[in-house]
């Protein structure tokens, strides 16, 4: 079954920086724009930054942009959220799945990472 894995999260004061890994069991990332994804409870969930399946594209959330990088290494299957100058409104759990396409179904879902940045 395939399975999206994030890990990387933490707690960290504002002003600090954390590194988002995405990877996936039994499925490739290899062709697929991949994006990360952020939710707080009560709130929809929300794209912070997408990249093109050859790294050639990014886009960015307005609220991240300067601060946040997505990278990839698809040999490697994992897909990296790059984290600096954090906010207390950067708190949410962080997702990863496909972007700029269908909405990615939901049971594709993985538990996501939990960041959370203190004042």
């Known amino acids: 079954q395939v399975q999206l894995v994030e890990s990387g999260g933490g707690l960290v004061q504002a002003g600090g920086s954390l590194r988002l890994s995405c990877s996936a069991s039994?499925?490739?990332?290899?062709?697929?724009?991949m994006g990360w994804y952020r939710q707080v409870p009560g709130k929809e969930r929300e794209v912070v930054a997408a990249i093109s399946w050859n790294s050639f594209s990014t886009t960015y959330a307005d609220s991240v942009k300067g601060r946040f990088t997505i990278s990839r290494d698809n040999p490697k299957n994992t897909v990296y959220l790059q984290m600096n100058s954090l906010k207390p409104e950067d708190t949410a759990i962080y997702y990863c799945?496909?972007?700029?396409?269908?909405?990615?179904?939901?049971?594709?879902w993985g538990q996501g990472t939990q960041v959370t940045v203190s004042l």
């Open positions: 039994g499925r490739t990332f290899t062709g697929r724009d």
């Open positions: 799945n496909t972007a700029w396409g269908p909405p990615p179904p939901l049971n594709s």
